[in-house]
């Protein structure tokens, strides 16, 4: 019986991130994108907006809404929101289309989750209309996604940074040999940013605007060349709203702690892996995936800090969700890369 | 053999870096510089890290990283010594047609159980109401095709005897009463013809207490009780009619030929025997 839901049902793997989900649909790819927000009535709990729409009204919304991230991370901070963010997805994906043969999902955690948190991440799934729900680890779905040799006996190191949470792991043999994941990530930088802003300016800037800061002219790794960014925010002096121009330079130097949090994370992970494969490791160098390798200067100053060789995975953004559709596509091939693969319904 | 592996190389030359300084900068091993510039694609553990190697040398070297990884592109993977294009393509469109067959396949078979599946459930509902009304009417019915079988069977016999009297036939129809008159009739007829004179019906009780009227001939002779382990025997010439408030507790004989019991316990039912058996 089965096989014959099989040729119905629609598989999906879902990167539920702390910034961005994205969903990756079985033989059509990625298909949903948006950011991990959901804006709600505050008074009748009722989901007003899910995804890109509900990211506009983020610091922009009257009294009785408010628009809330879900995840905090990379874990479940709300779980009713979560689910439904989750339903809205999953029926996005499948195209408003009652589905009578309910979808089996695979839903990435970061690697170091409480078993809470993962029951969580799993209970939500299952709510929110799957039939099945399969977890996997991020870095191993990022390491899938990008394309590394992750059955084989020699060990790949995948840097993953995401919006919550930086995941680092050497993977050998389909397996996770040592791993860390700090929750220090793109939210983290976009926070250090805002408070770099208000201490050397007065000025009060949002997350939307520091993201946008981060993105533009952020950079880990010092350059010749100075870019400059208009920043609009409050000016806490005044109260009035003011324009700024800072520079790259000064990114740098407000980015520097997040950064080296994640450098150390990579050290530390270094450190506990075994000779054998650290030796791989050194021989290929480290493969980088995420939103938050996407940041200029990240890799060079990586390979400096390390001695490696580190490249950036093509389209870190959807390592994951590419991750958790190839383990889809073969989910009896790879079962074994999965978390506890129990089936609950 | 490869172009963006002479490329790579006349790069390095042209800036005048050794593969040893190369090295030290882009933090690859020094074989995997070489593999790459002499275009040697399997030296490399895995595409991921051919496509970094090439990216990360590429722009150490200062050339446009995206063309070069256009080309690499476009080479794709390297091909295996014995790789037939040809072959390859038959055998990939073999399959996507297999693919795309066997998925119209499945389907027709999943229409055609389901179609069975429904035609099932529908024969099921219908077959079932009929039975109920069979089950009503089931002993007095057979038990009558039985009666009309043995009527034929004697008729039959008694045609070949030379029956030559049907000018007897409509005299007896009024007498007979219901049942089956175009039937009956020409087994009244041959009454006189027939070896066995007049009608004999032995009524055995069986089961329980049970009322039964007996009319011989037109007259009521019996009304009553049969016990069980009664039994009760009447004669007459033409007709016997026999009424029984039980029918299922009778056993009932006629002109010595066992009939069984005409129908279910409390089942009223009457009953014309004539001298053919009915």
Redesign the interface.
């Known amino acids: 019986m089965l096989g ?1 839901f099989g ?1 119905f049902s629609k598989d999906m793997g879902i990167d539920l991130g702390t910034a961005n989900s994205s969903v990756y649909m079985k033989g059509k790819g990625i298909i949903v994108n948006e950011p991990s927000v959901v804006a709600i009535q505050r008074d009748s709990g009722q989901v007003l907006a899910v995804g890109e729409e509900a990211k506009q009204m983020i610091g922009r919304t009257p009294g009785n809404i408010v628009a809330i991230r879900p995840m905090k991370d990379g874990v479940i901070a709300d779980f009713d929101t979560t689910q439904s963010m989750l339903r809205y997805f999953i029926t996005k994906a499948l195209k408003k289309r009652p589905y009578l043969i309910r979808p089996r999902v695979v839903v990435c955690v970061p690697s170091g989750v409480t078993a809470v948190e993962e029951r969580a991440v799993r209970e939500a799934t299952l709510q929110a209309g799957a039939r099945e729900a399969y977890l996997i680890e991020e870095p191993m779905a990022a390491a899938i996604g ?4 992750v059955h ?1 006996p ?1 060990g790949n190191m995948i840097v993953d940074i995401g919006g919550g949470t930086s995941e680092v792991a050497v993977i050998s043999l389909g397996g996770i040999v040592t791993s860390r994941s700090i929750r220090v990530a793109g939210d983290e930088m976009d926070e250090a940013i805002m408070q770099h802003i208000k201490r050397t300016y007065n000025l009060m800037v949002g997350e939307r605007t520091s993201e946008e800061i981060k993105i533009q002219i952020g950079t880990a790794y010092p350059d010749k060349e100075v870019e400059k960014y208009e920043v609009r925010g409050r000016d806490l002096l005044s109260g009035l709203p003011k324009t700024v121009s800072i520079t790259s330079e000064e990114v740098y130097k407000a980015l520097s702690e997040p950064v080296s949090s994640i450098l150390e994370a990579i050290k530390v992970t270094l450190e506990k892996t075994p000779p054998e494969l650290a030796a791989d490791v050194m ?3 480290i ?1 980088m995936a995420g939103g938050g390798s996407l940041l200029k200067g990240l890799d060079r100053l990586v ?1 400096e800090e390390t ?5 950036v ?2 389209e870190p953004l959807f390592c994951v969700a590419f991750g958790t559709g190839k383990v889809l596509e073969n989910l009896d091939v790879l079962k074994k890369v999965l978390i506890n693969p129990k089936k609950i319904s | 053999m490869s172009t963006i592996g002479e490329s790579l190389r006349n790069a390095r030359k042209a800036r005048g870096i050794s593969l040893e300084q190369a090295e030290e900068d ?4 020094k074989r995997y510089l070489q593999a790459l510039e002499e275009g040697d694609y399997d030296a490399i ?5 051919a ?3 090439l ?2 040398y590429a722009r150490f070297l200062g050339l446009n990283e995206e063309e070069i990884m256009l080309e690499y592109k476009l080479l794709g993977t390297p091909a295996r010594d014995n790789f037939n294009k040809e072959n390859f393509e038959n055998t990939l469109s073999k399959r996507k047609l297999n693919r795309s067959g066997r ?1 119209t396949y ?2 027709t078979v ?1 229409v055609a159980v389901l179609a069975v599946i429904t035609l099932g459930v529908y024969g099921y509902i219908f077959s079932n109401k009929p039975e109920v009304d069979k089950e009503g009417g089931k002993g007095p019915g057979t038990e009558q095709t039985d009666n009309e079988n043995k009527l034929n069977d004697q008729n039959q016999g008694q045609n070949q005897n030379g029956a030559g009297e049907p000018g007897t036939e409509p005299g007896n129809v009024p007498e007979n009463g219901g049942g089956s008159p175009a039937n009956e009739s020409p087994g009244g007829s041959d009454t006189p013809v027939h070896d066995q004179a007049g009608v004999k019906v032995v009524l055995d009780g069986i089961a329980e207490k049970c009322w039964a009227r007996v009319t011989v001939d037109g007259t009521v002779i019996f009304e009553g009780d049969i016990n069980p382990g009664d039994s009760k025997s009447f004669a007459g010439e033409s007709l016997i009619r026999v009424r029984l408030g039980s029918a299922g507790a009778v056993e009932v004989t006629v002109n010595g030929e066992k009939v069984g019991v005409l129908g279910r316990m409390g089942e009223v039912i009457t009953r014309d025997f004539t001298p053919a058996g009915n």
């Not at chain 1, 990008?146 to 040799?149: D, E, I, K």
């Open positions: 014959l040729i990008a394309g590394l040799p084989e020699t021989d290929r160098g493969i390979s001695g490696m060789p580190v490249y995975a093509d | 882009t933090k690859i091993r553990p895995g595409r991921v890290y496509k970094g190697f990216r990360n998925k499945m389907i999943i």
